[in-house]
C-alpha cells in the first residue's frame, strides 16, 4: 500500500508548536492550495479555487516549521494522510484528516534554507 502526499501551497498561518516528553515536539499549520481559473472548452469561466489542508510535523520537520516557516511561506509538503477522532469539549466526536509531514522545504527561491 501506497501512502504518500506531495504539496506545494502557501502557509497559511503561523505555526502552531507544542513539546510533550523529552523535548519532543509536533508543528501545526495550514497550508492553501490554489488551483488557477480557466475557460472550458464550452467558454465556461472556472474562477479560482482554493482548498485548505491541516499539516501536521513531528521531529526535525517540526523544529525546521518553528524556526523557519511563517505565515504566507510557500513550501513544498511530502508526507502521507492521517485521520484521526478526538472528542470535544461537549462530548462531541469528530473526525480529522490531515497531512503529517515528514519532510519540508522552501519553494520561494529568495530561501536558502531546506529540510530533508
Known sequence: ???KVLLIGYV?????VRY?????SVANFSLALHRPSYK?????IVPEQIDWVRVSSRGDA??????????????F???RLSTRTYTDKQG????ITEVV?????FVDLRSSAKHQ
Open 20 to 24: 510533550f516528553d523529552e523535548n519532543q
Open 12 to 16: 497559511g498561518n503561523d505555526p502552531e
Open 101 to 105: 509531514a515528514e519532510r519540508l522545504s
Open 1 to 3: 500500500m501506497l501512502n
Open 40 to 44: 472550458t472548452k464550452a467558454g465556461k
Open 92 to 95: 462531541l466526536q469528530h473526525n
Open 77 to 79: 509538503v511530502e508526507g
Open 62 to 75: 517540526a523544529r525546521f516549521a518553528e524556526e523557519f516557516v511563517k505565515k504566507g511561506t510557500r513550501v
